[in-house]
């Protein structure tokens, strides 16, 4: 088991950054990759940005590039994604999830947080 713990959320103005954090704990030995997923109300969870533990190989939806950024630090066992320019359409609820590999396939990961609320104003 892996418990994951996410903390950065908030209300922000567009324009604005904000950077979340996911915590891992427990079986940290399984982790391999880590992603960020949203879910805005109503919608469906989409896939934001994944990381692979070993060698840092990073994904991004192209929603997101060039404007946020998924880091990790294996010391903490933390996963960040540092989110800069934001817009009033990234408000959602966001989650972090580990698995096997950094896909953008939600369904491939094992563990998943209780998410973070981003919202945005305009």
């Known amino acids: 088991q892996v418990q994951l713990v996410e903390s950065g959320g908030g209300l922000v103005q567009a324009g604005g950054s904000l950077r979340l954090s996911c915590a891992a704990s427990?079986?940290?030995?399984?982790?391999?990759?880590m992603g960020w997923f949203r879910q805005a109300p109503g919608k469906e969870r989409d896939f934001v940005a994944a990381i692979s533990w070993i060698g840092g190989m990073t994904y991004y939806a192209d929603s997101v590039k060039g404007r946020f950024t998924i880091s990790r630090d294996n010391a903490k066992i933390t996963v960040y994604l540092e989110m800069n320019g934001l817009k009033p359409e990234d408000t959602a609820l966001y989650y972090c999830?580990?698995?096997?590999?950094?896909?953008?396939?939600?369904?491939?990961?094992?563990?998943w947080g209780q998410g973070t609320q981003v919202t945005v104003s305009s």
């Open positions: 427990g079986s940290i030995f399984s982790i391999n990759a």
């Open positions: 999830a580990t698995g096997p590999r950094a896909t953008v396939s939600g369904t491939q990961y094992d563990y």
